[in-house]
């Protein structure tokens, strides 16, 4: 390929990292049992856009150019911290099991306007600044020298990250409603799953504060 060393291992990696649960597969994973496939697909979707944003940004060196100016950083990382510690919250505070939730196994699942469920997704994978962190450290070991400039290595780079994550996004999307609906997983568990979400995400975003204050 043009510009581009290695491919084998950059692959492998990717597919590596890809798998590695974070809090883009745990929002697709909660999603998909909570409120079942459609809204699964849904929450991939708003991951999968997410992803595209960051590879098209990546691909232009606009990554780069974030990352080099410390106050567009700072407020990239004060805001996805923030999103984070938003989005725990909303899955811990939202309305008891007795209010959303119906016994019949058709309405069984948690019901969330799919234009949010979308939108949670997107900003879960958009304000992720380990996403961009991992763009500017990545990828140019896969570029060879004398093409950083050039933006078609990247461009190639960063189309097979975003697939890679595209297909895995659905897959989860897909597999894991097939389990709920397969094995009848219950509401109670679907809200539990939400509760426990919530808590993974307010952890998602000390952690990023503390990786932010202390290193």
């Not at 004398?146 to 190639?156: D, S, T």
């Amino acid at each position: 390929m043009p510009g581009i060393i290695h491919f084998p291992t950059f692959l492998f990696t990717v597919i590596l990292l890809t798998v590695y649960p974070g809090q883009d597969s745990i929002y697709i994973i909660s999603r998909s049992i909570a409120s079942g496939r459609k809204a699964g697909v849904y929450a991939a979707l708003g991951v999968i856009s997410g992803g595209f944003i960051h590879a098209s940004f990546a691909a232009a060196g606009l990554s780069l150019f974030i990352a080099s100016h410390q106050s567009m950083f700072l407020l990239l990382r004060t805001a996805g911290a923030g999103y984070l510690f938003y989005l725990g919250f909303t899955f811990l505070l939202s309305k008891k099991k007795s209010e959303r939730i119906k016994g019949e196994q058709e309405d069984r699942f948690i019901q969330e306007p799919n234009s949010k469920i979308y939108r949670q997704g997107l900003l879960t994978n958009l304000l992720n600044v380990k996403v961009i962190i991992f763009f500017i450290s990545f990828l140019p070991q896969f570029v060879q020298t004398g093409q950083n400039f050039e933006m078609l290595p990247f461009l190639i780079l960063s189309s097979v990250f975003w697939l890679t994550g595209t297909v895995w996004c659905l897959s989860i999307a897909f597999f894991t409603s097939f389990l709920s609906e397969k094995f009848f997983i219950s509401s109670v568990y679907g809200f539990i799953l939400e509760k426990m979400t919530g808590v993974v995400f307010i952890g998602f975003g000390i952690q990023l504060v503390y990786e932010f204050v202390f290193k």
